[in-house]
């Protein structure tokens, strides 16, 4: 069974870094595209970031473009996101997601999902 188990979410004070990571298990998932979502209170889900199989393609939500940056380790299963000068309007819990055979995850069109993690920004 495919799991998903996102950690390294917190509260932080505005301009702060974070570092969210996502284990999965359950199969190999290096032909996986993976990504991440976030839904604010109130708001709905918005792609946030997605990375290719192989890691090279890379895919920003306009908002934290030249703030976050995603990456993945394919012989740990694990994607990452770097968020860097945080901001208040950054707060939302913050999900991973995987897409077999492809990295259009921010169609959200995804095969699975994580249950999240709160990330929490001060002002």
């Known amino acids: 069974q495919v799991q998903l188990v996102e950690s390294g979410g917190g509260l932080v004070q505005a301009g702060g870094s974070l570092r969210l990571s996502c284990a999965a298990s359950?199969?190999?998932?290096?032909?996986?595209?993976m990504g991440w979502f976030r839904q604010a209170p109130g708001k709905e889900r918005e792609f946030v970031a997605a990375?290719?199989?192989?890691?090279?393609?890379?895919k920003y939500t306009d908002s934290v473009k030249g703030r976050f940056t995603i990456s993945r380790d394919n012989a740990k299963n694990t994607v990452y996101l770097q968020m860097n000068t945080l901001k208040p309007e950054d707060t939302a819990v913050y999900s991973c997601?995987?897409?077999?055979?492809?990295?259009?995850?921010?169609?959200?069109?995804?095969?699975?999902w994580g249950q999240g993690t709160q990330v929490t920004v001060s002002s």
């Open positions: 997601a995987i897409k077999s055979g492809s990295w259009a995850i921010w169609t959200g069109k995804v095969d699975y």
């Open positions: 359950g199969r190999t998932f290096s032909n996986y595209g």
């Open positions: 990375i290719s199989m192989s890691g090279f393609g890379t």
